[in-house]
């Protein structure tokens, strides 16, 4: 099939965008920081037989990179609310899909790629809570550094901080591109 002309366009200049931005945190250190991600989870979880539930669409990798880590039984499902929906700017949640697990005397790890103002993860501990969950648990890859944070809500697992500047890759979007790229990314000063 042929690829339009216009979608070839478009990939060449987030190829071309991508070039002139600054890896800010490599693959190799993201999966170090998954491993000891996991290491802490398994120490706090292990036994408590928890529902994992993976903050679409940016927890997928997360969850991906830590799931296979975790050494102890567990349930896994995920939910979608969402807020930037392809912008660097927040706005609204939106919730798009609810668990489909029972959470009532449950304890509960959410997984997400980024903590930013906690908008999300604050909303959505606010559900689980409502839905029964006897604790509810925050991992994230990264936690962007600012005081602009929802008073109260920080994650109990944190792979890597970053600066207060919009990133991408690691399940992280840019204009819903990048998600798959290994490490994360930022774009030029500006831009
Ligand atoms: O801490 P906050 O300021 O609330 O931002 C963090 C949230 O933003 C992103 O989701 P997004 O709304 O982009 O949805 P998506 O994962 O479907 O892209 C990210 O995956 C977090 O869930
Ligand atoms: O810096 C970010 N990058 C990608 N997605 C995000 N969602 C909240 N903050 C960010």
Not at 38 to 49: D, F, K, P, S
Request: aromatic share 6%.
């Amino acid at each position: 099939m042929q690829v339009s002309d216009n979608l070839r366009q478009q990939s060449d200049q987030l190829d071309a965008l991508l070039a002139r931005c600054e890896c800010l945190v490599t693959a190799e250190a993201m999966q170090t920081a998954y491993a000891r991600l996991a290491g802490e989870i398994n120490q706090r979880l292990a036994g408590h037989l928890p529902v994992v539930l993976a903050v679409m669409n940016g927890g997928l990798i997360s969850a991906g990179q830590l799931l296979p880590r975790l050494a102890f039984p567990l349930e896994l499902s995920y939910l979608h609310a969402t807020r930037y929906r392809g912008a660097t700017t927040g706005g609204a949640l939106k919730w798009l899909a609810q668990p489909d697990i029972e959470l009532a005397g449950r304890e509960v790890l959410l997984v997400d790629d980024i903590l930013d103002e906690g908008t999300t993860l604050a909303a959505v501990r606010e559900w689980c809570i409502d839905a029964g969950a006897a604790r509810v648990w925050i991992a994230v890859a990264t936690d962007k550094q600012h005081d602009r944070k929802v008073p109260g809500l920080t994650a109990d697992f944190c792979g890597v901080s970053v600066p207060d500047r919009y990133i991408f890759g690691e399940g992280m979007d840019y204009h819903g591109y990048f998600r798959n790229l290994p490490g994360i990314h930022v774009l030029p000063e500006g831009e």
